[in-house]
């Protein structure tokens, strides 16, 4: 799935991230590929379990260490290996090129200063710069992030902010230094609904603006349908299915992908029985061989159990066309390509 | 165990930073053992002379190898009695003293806390500022009162410490069973028909169980000290029973001429305080719900 | 609605003292709870929705007798809860019980399933110890787990797991009604459904009635007979699911179910994105309390006269909206 395109800001090629647990070794993440191209918004959605929170934290190198480490892969950011950058290097990279937007906005500010602070600490580290400008610039940024009444907003502190508006700040702060890629792990779960489908609406016209690349970590079907261009899905550290977000709801191909669409309620149409995936996710220290989802699936043949599915692309892929590609990682698919 | 039965949901609930808390401090309980609990079980195996009564021509003797002999290894007293046998038999008192001021000290401050954090409002209120002022009470003014007015006894040392301590268990506790009267599942219990008295025993004792268990073992040094400290400033037991910190007391107007008898009571005192110390810690991180392998 | 309601909230109204205001020195009050009424037929479910500091969580902590009412009453199967002899409260525990949000802090960390199963009859009867026992294997069966799993403690299980163990405590001592708190917010999207499922199941199998709280309008709508949307205290539309889903008729109900995250990609937004947050319900607005976010305000009227809950045109009847918008159409029709 590696393409020369110019386009592609951020390739990911087989990166492999293991935590060293007490209960034994967890493959968090096993082999995960993909591209992220220029001004796109690619969601990476699973459940919890999955792998695609450190994924995110794989990118930026922020796994918890000592308990976890990236034992492979590669992962570029236009071209250039991260993997193999030093720390100070890496740190420069924070923020400038990839910058973060996590769930808890509560825990992403610090209590004790004021947000106006808070964000000119981000320009500060471009350089000193006399005060009265940097307040200049946080109240610019605040207003960026529409929050409203910014003069007077940039001097609170965080706990005098709502949830949304905090969270509004803590992407101020990340969008500030006009990073490549933003990295958004569910920045929306502890928001209300109004005030989550404000955020993303913000989220998008600062992408409209600023043409920044977005990755979308969510557990949420509903927030794919509506932010993102393409989708990589994951099941048990490894990506089962990508593709198209069009082509991804209107045909599903993984049995998981279809069970997960279809296992979710809808507020506009009324169903008088949901489908539902029995079992539970497997147990991350002691994985199926074979594919993982295989002791769930209903169609589950002898060959699933018995070594990892590679990628089959579609039938809905249309060929050479890097827009419309669409694979699943499931032998159901073999026969057809 | 079927299965289908796993660990918490989210792979980060299982991230443990590794090398932490995780060997136990072998060193401390070996100490412990030996210098505490041994000899204060089988004073009369270890000991290798009488405590009490010591042999006068053999007064004031050297430790072994300072110019003293295997019969009394760490010398004798003014008096001709071993020092060893008095450290051997001290740590029964110590053991003895802080176990029944633990318990004692405990059990009142703990049902105080737990009413206190539990029902709030005015009771809450009361028992908070009587924590304030026993707090506030220096304790060799509280010793020196009370040996003044009961005497000086193993009661009065145990009233003493049960008096002090009380107060750090009823703070402690109260400020943990606040948290955890707002968790979920005391609601649970109340929409189960869980009376008060069966929610503070069945559902928020045990989860304060281990905060007691490193909270106390962390107090049986504080309360070795304190004997000792009363002891020394003779408000604690009487004479001549061989508690450490009575021992240090009488050493001192000698320590020029016979170090050792001060020294070794002291020495003892430090060893016991800093395996304790470093075994409660060693459990509060082990027991801490956040670090603990669940 | 021809059959008795088996519980009914009146007026109720559940108002927290929060300190007093540094100039003024008066008194302030959270109206959390601000004159509800509702009533919910046997065997159905209710469900609360909106978004959070609406109440809906208050309200429910309410008909558990976890909080009193400031004012107002609740009745179950005709009698004030609030207000029952002592005699009758274990029988009230028996009878309304709850499954909450969280499995991970609802379960004590501390007991087996067995006694954390048990409890609701444990502490209210005096069964023997073999008929409790026999009894926690019965429910356990009833929702998907096995008698096996008694002697385990709850971090042994995954989250679906424990939610059943808390659904079987829920139910041990056979309740008419479950207060159901976000059952299924806080699970993995592939452990939702089962727990949906399980619980209407657990509805057609026993007829037992629920309140169904969530802020997720998918799940509302999959479980709830009714619905009432909460904002700021006050329920501002109440009615069948499918009739308040398909009309909405409450401005905030419709910009509300329009910020709904769709279920597959739209190639249009239909969104009606409100301005500015949810106002402090310290400080609620005067008149009607939306009229501040309100897209479709019509003067004056909004802001100084509180409106009531009243049908919205059309059949039936037990459609009913708070908003003065109703009487124009009234009055347009008439």
Redesign the interface.
Known sequence: MTHSDSDVVLAVENLQTH?????GL?R?VDGVSFDLRSGETLGIVG???S?K??TALSLVRLI?R???RIVGGSVRLDGEEILEKSEAEMRAIRGEQIAMILQDPQSSLNPVFTVGDQIAETFQLQGKQPRGRMRERAIAALREVQV?DPENRVSNFPHEM?G??KQRVVGAIAVARRPRVLIADEPTTSL???????YL?LLRSIQQQTGTSIIFIT?????V??MCDRVAVMYAGRIVEYGP??SI?ATPSHPYTQ??IA?????????E????????????WDLPKGCRFAPRCPFVMDRCRADYPPMFATQSAGDGDAEAEHAAACRLLEGES | MPSSIRESGSSSRDVRPRGRSGRAPFVSIAILFFFLVLPSLVPDLMAPHDPLQGVFADRLRPPVFFGGTWEYPLGTDQLGRDILSRIIHGASVSLSVSLTGIFLGGLVGTTLGMIAGYFGGAVDAIIMRLVEVTMSIPLILLGLVLALSLGSSFQSIIIVIVLVLWAYYARQIRGEVLTIRERVFIDRARVAGASHLRILIRHIFPNIVNTLIVLATLQVAVVIIMEATLSFLGLGLPRPFPAWGLMVADGRTLIVRAWWIAFFPGLSIMLVVLALNVLGDWLRDRLDPKLRQL | MNAQPLIEARRLSKHFDVGRGAPTGKKKVVKAVDGVDFAIRRGTTLALVGESGCGKTTTARLLLRLETPTAGSVYLDGADIHDLPRGERAEFRRRVQAVFQDPWASLNPRMRVRDLVAEPLVANNRLSRSAVTDRVAEVLTGVGLTPDHMRNFPHEFSGGQRQRIAIASALISQPRVLILDEPVSALDVSIRSQIMNLLKDIQQRLSVTYLLVAHDLGTTRYMADRTAVMYLGRIVEIGDTDTVFEGPAHPYTQALFSAALPARPATESREIVLDGEVPSPLNPPSGCPFHTRCPVKIGRRCEEETPKLQPVPGPGGTHLAACHLMDDMEGQRG
Do not use: C, N, W
């Not at chain 1, 935590?19 to 209960?23: A, Q």
């Not at chain 1, 557990?219 to 927030?223: E, K, L, M, V």
């Not at chain 1, 979710?264 to 149409?269: A, F, H, I, K």
């Open positions: 935590l060293y647990t007490k209960r967890v968090a459940e919890s379990g792998g929170s450190m918890p000592p308990a976890a409203a709502s949304g508006m209300d609904v109004t005030i989550q489908a404000q609406r557990h949420d079907f509903g927030i349908a509506k977000v069009h709801f069970a997960l296992s979710v309620p809808s507020p506009d149409t009324k169903v029985r949901l489908e539902s995936i029995e079992g539970q996710p497997p147990v991350p």
